[in-house]
């Protein structure tokens, strides 16, 4: 049973900072990895999807980073943001054929002005 | 465009009684899925719709728990006889497939909070 696991569970940073957030998960078959963000009282929203065959993927300051043999992958923001504070949830899709994802307990972020 | 959205957003109910959430998908979206979010587990996969293929039901928790997707869009999921152990925030996604891609991400509306006395 694929299991994933995101450490630290809570992350305080001053405004400003680079900061890395971890995912790892127990089987290495995976389809794809996706890095989510959720706002208190409010649904997930899509950050990054990487696919098996991929190394990584960026958009403006964050960088998501996939090491599928060692079931490893990291989410990089930059120079951060008070209004970055939230839960980060990372999420694997087992195969092409299953479209259920399983879920990480996610890290709380809070970037201190 | 509009997202998925859910209603109720709230719900508190009494030990027995039986639910119904809503989900309404974005437009379009041939793919719908449940989750479940309990305080201080990670998110739990119920149950997945495709098309007009039969629904993927294995993260059911109980068969007090099933839903329906009607003429391939709205979803309701139904709790029967409520125990206070499904009190959770039930989230609701949709997807399409996006061959250019070879993927599909999945959009999740705001939840509905369920709350069993």
């Known amino acids: 049973k694929q299991e994933v696991t995101q450490i630290p569970a809570a992350l305080s940073v001053p405004e400003g900072e680079n900061l890395v957030l971890n995912c790892s998960f127990t089987?290495?078959?995976?389809?794809?990895l996706q890095w989510f963000r959720q706002d208190p009282g409010k649904g997930l929203t899509s950050l990054l999807l990487i696919q098996s065959s991929q190394r990584e993927q960026t958009s403006g300051r964050l960088n998501a980073s996939l090491d599928k043999s060692s079931g490893r992958s990291t989410l990089y923001i930059a120079a951060s943001q008070p209004g970055d504070s939230a839960t980060y949830l990372c999420a694997v899709r087992p195969g092409a054929g299953s479209y259920q994802l399983t879920f990480g307990k996610g890290t709380k972020l809070s970037v201190i002005p | 465009g509009a997202g998925v959205s859910q209603s109720p957003s709230n719900k508190v109910t009494e030990k027995g009684k039986d639910v119904e959430l809503r989900c309404d998908p974005i437009s379009g979206h041939t793919a719908l899925y449940w989750y479940r979010q309990s305080l201080g587990q990670g998110l739990e996969f119920l149950i997945y719709f495709q098309g007009n293929s039969a629904p993927d039901k294995s993260g059911l928790p109980s068969d007090r728990f099933s839903a329906e997707r009607t003429g391939g869009s709205v979803s309701t999921l139904t709790i029967q006889r409520t125990q206070q152990e499904d009190s959770a925030v039930y989230l609701c996604?949709?997807?399409?497939?996006?061959?250019?891609?070879?993927?599909?991400?999945?959009?999740f509306g705001p939840g509905t909070r369920l709350t069993v006395l």
């Open positions: 996604a949709s997807s399409l497939y996006q061959r250019e891609i070879g993927t599909d991400t999945q959009y």
């Open positions: 089987d290495s078959a995976i389809y794809n």
